[in-house]
């Protein structure tokens, strides 16, 4: 059974950090992204690591955001500094994907039920 399961979420103060991880167990894995999404507004990828360990970021999140992984571990991190309100949202981890640039979430077969992520001003 494909699960995958997110953690990490919460409130926090603008220019504050947060780290999400996403534990993935009966797939495999392909590329891991992260996506988000504000309330009213589109899906938007935010990060994407491949099964060699290269990484792409959208430009919002460019120097701020860190993805990684643990192979062993099935998971996958997000590591989010220097917060911004506009950084507000439901994040989800999504795998068995392809790392395009732009990501694209219509690329990727499996979902997490996404972490809330609330930045406050």
């Known amino acids: 059974q494909v699960q995958l399961r997110e953690s990490g979420g919460g409130s926090v103060q603008a220019g504050g950090s947060l780290s999400l991880s996403c534990v993935a167990s009966?797939?495999?894995?392909?590329?891991l992204g992260w996506f988000r999404q504000a309330p009213g507004k589109e899906r938007e990828g935010v990060a994407s690591?491949?099964?060699?360990?290269?990484?792409a970021y959208a430009d919002s999140v460019k120097g701020r955001f860190t993805i990684s992984q643990d192979n062993a571990a099935n998971t996958v991190y997000l590591q989010m500094s220097s917060l911004k309100p506009e950084d507000t949202g439901l994040y989800y981890c999504?795998?068995?994907?392809?790392?395009?640039?732009?990501?694209?979430?219509?690329?990727?077969?499996?979902w997490g039920q996404g972490t809330q992520v609330t930045v406050s001003s």
């Open positions: 690591i491949d099964t060699d360990g290269r990484t």
């Open positions: 999504a795998a068995d994907g392809l790392c395009y640039v732009p990501l694209r979430g219509t690329d990727f077969r499996y």
């Open positions: 009966g797939i495999t894995r392909g590329c």
